[in-house]
């Protein structure tokens, strides 16, 4: 079992930068692919950005690409998400995911995770 727990987010003005971690604590990190989420009240939970294993492969979804960088330090057991050019659309509580290895060609689906941390709010003011 790993048990991941998010950090790092808060308020920011629109352009700014905030940077999320996740330390999974648990079993062996490179076991698992991981991913970020994130969800508004009343939405489904949306993908953002997801890294292999071995931190070789990366996914993002349309709206965030070029702006956020999905990382992992398996040495450290955590993985960040460097959010840059923050808008005022990517006001969302952050969550921070762990999919089996074996599930590493779809990391997209939030059906693929396992284990789910309990998020981390981002306001981005406009």
């Known amino acids: 079992q790993v048990q991941p727990v998010e950090s790092g987010g808060g308020l920011v003005q629109a352009g700014g930068s905030l940077r999320l971690s996740c330390a999974a604590s648990g079993r062996t990190f490179t076991n698992y692919g991981m991913g970020w989420f994130r969800q508004a009240p009343g939405k489904e939970r949306e993908f953002v950005a997801a890294?292999?294993?071995?931190?070789?492969?990366?996914e993002y979804t349309d709206s965030v690409k070029g702006r956020f960088t999905i990382s992992r330090e398996n040495a450290k057991s955590t993985v960040y998400l460097q959010m840059n050019s923050l808008k005022h659309e990517d006001t969302d509580v952050y969550f921070c995911?762990?999919?089996?290895?074996?599930?590493?060609?779809?990391?997209?689906?939030?059906?693929?995770?396992?284990?789910w941390g309990q998020g981390t709010h981002v306001t981005v003011s406009s």
């Open positions: 995911a762990a999919a089996p290895r074996h599930y590493s060609d779809n990391l997209r689906n939030n059906r693929s995770y396992n284990y």
């Open positions: 890294i292999n294993w071995s931190g070789s492969s990366t």
